[in-house]
């Protein structure tokens, strides 16, 4: 089967699942999942059943994979679903936000102006 033909396929019902078990992971905690975690989440006797539905997913056009990292699966646009986004900005304000709420707090403050002159330096990516 080319490749072609398999990213035409439409989801199964499992590969629809574990998709979902991924974005939802993703919204949530900002990174993706790992194969021990899906595999976790689906009582999978393996992992490699866990990486065969990701794998798929992939060839699909569904995920990204940066090979050798972890944590490193990311959705793709194809499926609709929109992808969370976190701008630099976007942090910016809520660190100000907080620095407003937490001014009395000494700690509190210097952490949250640690944290924004480490973005704004470059030093926090």
Request: aromatic fraction near 8%; hydrophobic fraction near 40%; charge should be neutral.
């Amino acid at each position: 089967m080319t490749t072609k033909s398999i990213a035409d396929k439409p989801l199964s019902r499992r590969q629809q699942e574990v998709y979902d078990f991924i974005a939802d992971f993703i919204d949530s905690k900002g990174y993706g999942p790992s194969i021990r975690e899906i595999a976790d989440a689906f009582m999978f006797e393996s992992p490699s059943s866990a990486f065969s539905h990701v794998d798929m997913l992939i060839r699909k056009g569904y995920l990204n994979h940066k090979a050798g990292g972890v944590r490193t699966l990311s959705l793709t646009d194809k499926s609709g679903r929109r992808i969370a986004m976190v701008s630099q900005a976007g942090v910016m304000e809520w660190i100000a936000q907080q620095s407003n709420q937490h001014a009395k707090d000494a700690a509190v403050y210097a952490l949250l102006t640690d944290l924004q002159d480490g973005i704004q330096t470059g030093r926090i990516c």
